[in-house]
């Protein structure tokens, strides 16, 4: 009887298409280590073709990477260890049996963009002996160092990874040069698929003070840029095309002075907008539209709910401050499950717009005191870097 069984079970795992649907129902933990058990399976796995499986289409976030605000975007002498806020029941640092922001012979590591489970960051390769860029994958430790760009008589103003395993395992790192003049600018876009970085389209101008090009977020087929008044931009990656993003307009009791934060940023496949006022006690986060037609307010945060639980926050409003920043939105298909993770002095906080409740979610080390922390996502993934 028994060997009987071991035998079907030994016919149902030749069977790889059915192999591939139970494997995918596992959780990601535990595909790491199957990987050992034989080279099919190792094969398996490793395709890129099996992370486009639905249930391996990473959406979620599992934790948050931090930063200081005052970290340069590129800064070649910038060494920061990561700080890192799991967000789910699980120790994410467990995670290979070693801490999540450990990336072997990486050093100095400066996250510059997150898109769906992959990161793009500037760091110091240790077998290289020198800095660079680099797409690594935190859940499997791997990552690609991309080979130099560079262009005459630019500065990088800005560089945003732009990655949907649904679609394509290739991802693409787009660049925003500016010439020393601050008016004139370059697109040059890496591309996974054939190694090699190439410029697109032909030269544009901005006003280099307004646009937030180091704030890039991938959504939708683009790369978008907010500013801090007027209009944005974004930029169709494959059709590499250069369009008008409208932005939501400024309340009537302010002046685009008057804002603190203007801050993008991408959750579930919904795009937002989070801006804060000076003075004011209220936080408001935008959704936009797929095709682009407009803005909504999704959500609105009074901070006179977090008094208790931080009386600093009202006290820095009241000295025209920033009280508190929106360090993610976390969309979720039930509106009543969404999330915001907020940074109050003192405390990380996850909140729930919809029932207004919210838990500490600080950890020790991470969270005592300003200035407050921009955040890249963290999500699960076995995507390759290759």
Not at 22 to 51: D, E, G
Not at 147 to 154: A, I, N, Q, S
Request: glycine share 4%.
């Amino acid at each position: 009887m028994a060997k009987s069984t071991s035998l079907a079970v030994e016919k149902v795992l030749a069977i790889e298409d059915l192999l591939s649907e139970i494997l995918s129902r596992l959780p990601k933990r535990s595909l790491f280590r199957f990987k050992s058990v034989s080279k099919a399976w190792l094969s398996l796995i490793s395709n890129p073709l099996f992370s486009l499986c639905p249930k391996l289409d990473p959406r979620f976030m599992s934790g948050l990477f931090l930063y200081p605000f005052d970290e340069s975007i590129i800064n070649p002498n910038y060494n920061l260890k990561l700080g890192f806020i799991p967000l789910s029941n699980d120790k994410v640092q467990d995670i290979n049996n070693d801490d999540v922001t450990f990336i072997p012979t990486l050093s100095g590591i400066i996250v510059l963009s997150s898109c769906h489970g992959l990161l793009l960051c500037n760091a110091y390769n240790e077998i290289e002996c020198k800095k660079g860029f680099h797409v690594l994958n935190p859940t499997t430790k791997q990552f690609k160092t991309l080979p130099e760009p560079h262009l005459d008589g630019f500065f990088i103003k800005g560089i945003t990874l732009a990655f949907e395993p649904s679609r394509s395992p290739h991802y693409k790192v787009v660049i925003v040069w500016c010439s020393t003049r601050l008016c004139n600018f370059r697109i040059e876009v890496y591309s996974s698929e054939t190694g090699f970085w190439r410029a697109s389209g032909e030269p544009f101008t901005v006003n280099a003070h307004i646009m937030l090009f180091g704030n890039g977020v991938y959504w939708n087929g683009a790369v978008h840029w907010c500013c801090d008044w007027g209009d944005g931009l974004y930029f169709d990656v494959e059709k590499e095309l250069l369009q008008i993003m409208p932005l939501p307009p400024l309340p009537e009791e302010y002046s685009w002075y008057d804002r603190i934060v203007r801050r993008q940023m991408e959750s579930c496949d919904h795009l937002h907008i989070v801006d804060i006022y000076n003075t004011s006690t209220q936080i408001s986060v935008f959704e936009l539209e797929r095709d682009y037609s407009g803005w909504f307010e999704k959500y609105r945060v009074d901070l006179d709910i977090f008094r208790a639980l931080s009386p600093e926050v009202l006290w820095l409003v009241d000295e025209g401050r920033l009280a508190c920043e929106v360090l993610a939105v976390g969309r979720v298909e039930s509106d009543e499950k969404s999330y915001l993770i907020l940074h109050i002095p003192q405390k990380i906080i996850c909140y729930n717009p919809v029932y207004k409740t919210f838990k500490d979610i600080s950890s020790e080390g991470i969270v005592n005191k300003l200035p407050y922390y921009g955040a890249y996502q963290y999500i699960e993934s076995y995507s390759s870097v290759w």
